[in-house]
């Protein structure tokens, strides 16, 4: 059974305080948030400041995903701001077994995310030494992109690299997660199920939840 970690990117931002009342409520054991700076996708959204208010509004995981260049400028900034996993993206890290121990050195988990075109097998020589592996299933930046299928040959790929490490690192999905396709995902491997418009949009979240719990 997966773990469900609705984006907060989706929700309605001026009334914040009761989507984390609702997911508070809910089946989901996570809140994954989206920072975009503009730069490394077309798109901006919110950071610290929101960040540490939700922080305030919930005791579940805060699962932070950094899609902005040189996030290494900003670990402790997001450990302070209250992110229990902290995820960045390969494209962005050229030093990313640094990075990753930097990470862990402030007491987080270390996560990494990569884009449709980046192969899995990149990550292979540092899969030991990572939490999460946030595979993007849409192009990052933007909310609501269709699903892209060659995710579960990805997601199949990955967890036989995880296999072969003796690692214990989590698979994530990240876009276009929805109840035709989050049963799948669980099948091929994915540990853990990111959807934001499918839970936001829904006409009872917390059904929409529970449902995606249950795939």
Not at 180 to 203: I, M, Y
């Given at each position: 059974?997966?773990?469900?970690?609705p984006s907060l990117?989706?929700a309605?931002?001026l009334?914040?305080?009761?989507?984390?009342?609702?997911?508070n409520?809910?089946?989901a054991?996570?809140?994954?948030l989206?920072?975009m700076?503009?730069s490394?996708v077309?798109?901006?959204?919110f950071g610290?400041?929101?960040?540490e208010?939700i922080?305030k509004a919930?005791?579940k995981?805060?699962?932070?995903?950094?899609?902005?260049?040189?996030?290494?400028?900003?670990?402790?900034?997001?450990k302070k701001?209250?992110?229990?996993i902290?995820t960045?993206?390969?494209?962005?890290?050229?030093?990313?077994?640094?990075?990753l121990a930097?990470?862990?050195a402030?007491?987080?988990?270390a996560?990494?995310?990569?884009?449709p075109?980046?192969d899995?097998?990149?990550?292979a020589?540092?899969?030991k030494e990572?939490?999460?592996?946030?595979?993007m299933?849409v192009?990052?930046?933007?909310?609501?992109?269709k699903?892209?299928?060659?995710t579960?040959e990805?997601?199949v790929?990955?967890?036989?690299i995880i296999?072969?490490?003796?690692a214990?690192?989590q698979?994530?999905?990240?876009?276009?997660?929805?109840?035709s396709?989050?049963a799948?995902l669980?099948?091929?491997?994915?540990d853990v199920l990111?959807?934001g418009t499918?839970?936001?949009k829904a006409?009872?979240?917390?059904?929409?939840?529970?449902?995606l719990?249950q795939?």
């Amino acid at each position: 059974m997966a773990i469900i970690a609705p984006s907060l990117l989706a929700a309605n931002f001026l009334e914040l305080g009761n989507a984390c009342t609702m997911l508070n409520k809910s089946e989901a054991e996570w809140f994954h948030l989206d920072v975009m700076d503009g730069s490394f996708v077309p798109n901006i959204s919110f950071g610290l400041p929101v960040i540490e208010q939700i922080r305030k509004a919930t005791t579940k995981v805060c699962d932070v995903h950094l899609m902005i260049v040189s996030p290494e400028k900003y670990i402790t900034a997001f450990k302070k701001a209250g992110a229990d996993i902290l995820t960045v993206h390969y494209e962005a890290c050229p030093e990313l077994a640094t990075t990753l121990a930097q990470i862990k050195a402030e007491g987080m988990k270390a996560g990494v995310a990569i884009n449709p075109n980046t192969d899995a097998a990149v990550l292979a020589p540092f899969i030991k030494e990572i939490d999460l592996v946030c595979v993007m299933s849409v192009y990052p930046g933007f909310g609501g992109q269709k699903f892209i299928e060659t995710t579960y040959e990805k997601v199949v790929a990955l967890k036989e690299i995880i296999t072969q490490a003796g690692a214990s690192t989590q698979i994530e999905i990240d876009g276009g997660v929805d109840a035709s396709n989050a049963a799948a995902l669980t099948k091929a491997g994915a540990d853990v199920l990111v959807a934001g418009t499918t839970v936001f949009k829904a006409a009872d979240p917390i059904t929409m939840i529970a449902t995606l719990k249950q795939s």
